[in-house]
């Protein structure tokens, strides 16, 4: 998630676009940029405040009435300062800003490069001012030549381009990336969202998949992909800065929680192959052939990231036979773990910071083990101390309790599942059927996020208790300690995970009518064993809510209240199961009126022992 701003008019560009930049910051960035157009460009790692400190003395130096800038939060490429944008073709004369991800760029840039095209980065962004430059040699046109551009790439896009000949214009267009116009008093500016141009104007457009609109300081003209012209009047914002950045929400948690067919859907783009069954993880052919190989894998994370491993784990060895360990990292690291070349660790982790997943790597690493990572952070520690990987593209997550990147967790391992199965015994036909399942996941997880306010009612219900047992079993054991952890940190109320088969080993004794049970059931194959537990319950008066799959009736009749999911394939249950349990601990928490974007006690990277 990229933050893009630009600006034409008559004032001086360059304090335009810095400040516009500092105000979408809390979008997540790594790097930023600035280019006023036919003047200068600067760029830098980090803060805009590097990007401040790189301009200070120099400002006269960036004269001009119209630019465009840029936040970047990597998807391609490491964090560096020839990948910030902008981006520019050749002869200097395109300057591209972009948020997404251009998926055909590795075709494209091979066969620009055969046309004598020199790249400077190695950003997907970068293919698009070289194909503006091949575009307007024949074209001799700033719009035409963007119109074919546009339509070369394949992907996602905001994009924003200038053109050093033509100083009062910049052109932009959305496809799948958000891309909003402001419309001022003789300037015109473009954002990733709406909250750096309010301190402008409150007038806006909001782009649509496929427009492109040309914007000089007076006017703004908008047309889609065939040059069809678009009559669209502004709309006045009514919403404050604040809203705006939680896109409308109370807070980041429930943000981020909203965000989930999204994020499913962008952890799979370009990578799910149905007809054949197969999953395309670019970031693993490096290793592909050293995967074959592999006879073990010990899957290492913290907390949130350690729960989605052990969903992995149980994926990993139904579906591919390989013997599989999950463990936290803060363990393996001080103890002996017995690991050869054939062992792989597979790291877990969000912001890729966390300080006991990254000495794991590095013990396994000293071990002669191969180490690949799902990570999240782009060109963060653990994805640079790993040999491979598959990033998340979850975006950036703010709200301190993680709850979209487990999301994008569980999905990266069920296309990992595919990946090493498809390697081995599986056939093309089950690949098949879960690549289809994770398709249809958005749709379904949209229908769960639906019933938000009837979970906050629940969640009212049950705030009298203050205490609460997690339960769960098969693939969503995990489930049932990764719900208890949200209710803990954001509410701080007590909460125990259990594997339901384990609770009458012990925690049964703790029932009664004051602890009530939260039970993931789903209409699996472990469904009649959860049954005999809610009963077990029932029977020591213990109040149970239950997440259920949809037309299970049985269950209505055994718990006092049921939330319910869309069917999918077991081993894929956890990733809409977990929904109601994030949207429960939620409620919770803002019944209490506690910060549930920052729980006390809490840091979102633990970048310490
Ligand atoms: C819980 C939570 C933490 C993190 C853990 C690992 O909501 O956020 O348990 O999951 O600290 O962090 P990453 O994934 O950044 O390694």
């Known amino acids: 998630m990229c933050g893009i701003f630009s600006y034409v008019g008559k004032k001086e560009a360059l304090p335009i676009l810095v400040d516009g930049l500092s105000s979408l910051e809390y979008r997540g960035y790594d790097s930023s940029g600035v280019y006023v157009v036919g003047s200068n460009c600067v760029k830098s790692v ?3 405040e590097n990007l401040r400190k790189k301009l200070d003395g120099k400002e006269n130096t960036f004269s001009g009435t119209s630019g465009i800038a840029h936040l970047r939060w990597a998807t391609h490429g490491e964090p560096t300062e020839k990948n910030a944008h902008p981006h520019s073709d050749c002869s200097g004369k395109f300057w591209v800003v972009h948020n997404g991800i251009i998926e055909n760029y590795k075709e494209l840039k091979e066969h620009l490069i055969s046309l004598g095209h020199i790249f400077k980065s190695d950003t997907d962004t970068e293919v698009v001012p070289h194909l503006l430059e091949e575009h307007f040699k024949r074209e001799n046109d ?30 932009t267009c959305r496809m799948g990336a958000p891309v909003v116009v402001g419309v001022g008093v003789g300037e015109m500016f473009v954002a990733s969202d709406p909250s750096p141009i309010l301190r402008h104007t409150r007038q806006v457009i909001y782009l649509r998949d496929g427009e492109i609109a040309t914007l000089t300081p007076e006017n703004y003209n908008i047309c889609s992909l065939d040059s069809t012209p678009i009559a669209r009047d502004p709309e006045m914002i009514e919403w404050e800065v604040d809203q705006i950045k939680k896109d409308g929400y109370d807070h980041f948690m429930m943000k981020e929680i909203m965000e989930a067919s999204d994020v499913i859907k962008n952890t799979t ?15 693993l052919e490096i290793v592909a052939d050293k995967l074959k190989d592999i006879n073990r894998i010990i899957i290492v994370g913290c907390g949130t990231a350690y729960y989605s491993g052990v969903v992995g784990e149980y994926m990993i060895e139904e579906y591919t036979g390989i013997p599989v360990e999950v463990e936290v990292g803060s363990e393996f690291r001080y103890r002996k773990p017995l690991i050869d070349k054939n062992t792989m660790l597979l790291a877990i982790s969000q912001s890729g910071e966390t300080a006991d997943t990254l000495e794991a790597i590095r013990e396994a690493k000293r071990k002669g083990a191969l180490a690949i990572g799902i990570v999240n952070t782009v060109g963060s520690t653990i994805a640079r101390e790993t040999d491979a990987g598959i990033y998340n593209h ?15 967790q569980i999905t990266a391992l069920a296309m990992l599942t595919v ?7 599986m056939s093309m036909v089950t690949g098949k059927r879960i ?13 769960i996020l639906s019933q938000k306010e009837e979970i906050k009612k629940l969640a009212e219900k049950y705030s009298i208790y203050r205490d609460f047992l997690y339960l769960g079993r098969k693939y969503n054991y995990a489930i049932a300690y990764e719900g208890a952890l949200k209710l803990k940190e954001v509410s701080y ?3 125990e995970g259990c594997g339901a088969g384990e609770m009458k080993h012990g925690p049964l004794a703790m029932i009664d009518e004051n602890f009530p049970t939260l039970a993931i059931a789903p209409s699996d194959s472990v469904y009649e064993k959860m049954i005999s537990n809610i009963q077990e319950i029932k029977a020591r008066k213990g109040k149970v809510l239950a997440i259920a799959t949809d037309g299970d009736e049985r269950i209505k009749e055994l718990a006092d209240d049921v939330i319910y999911i869309p069917k999918t394939l077991e081993m894929l249950t956890p990733i809409l199961s977990v929904i109601p349990l994030q949207l429960f601990a939620y409620y919770m928490a803002v019944s209490k009126g506690l910060n549930v974007d920052r729980p006390r006690n809490l840091a979102k990277s633990v970048t310490v022992e």
């Open 142 to 171: 700033f719009e035409k030549a963007v119109k074919q551009t546009l339509k070369d790439i394949k992907g996602t896009y905001g994009l924003v381009i200038a053109f050093k000949d033509e100083k009062n214009k910049i052109i």
């Open 493 to 495: 109320i007590h909460a």
């Open 46 to 48: 980090g803060a805009v």
């Open 394 to 408: 979850a975006g950036p997550e703010i709200g301190v309790a993680s709850t979209k990147a487990f999301i994008s």
């Open 269 to 283: 783009r370009g990578r799910l192959i149905p007809e054949n069954g197969l999953v395309k993880l670019g970031g």
């Open 419 to 425: 990946f090493l199965g498809r390697q081995r015994e």
């Open 435 to 447: 690549c289809e399942e994770i398709i249809s996941l958005p749709e379904k997880m949209e229908k």
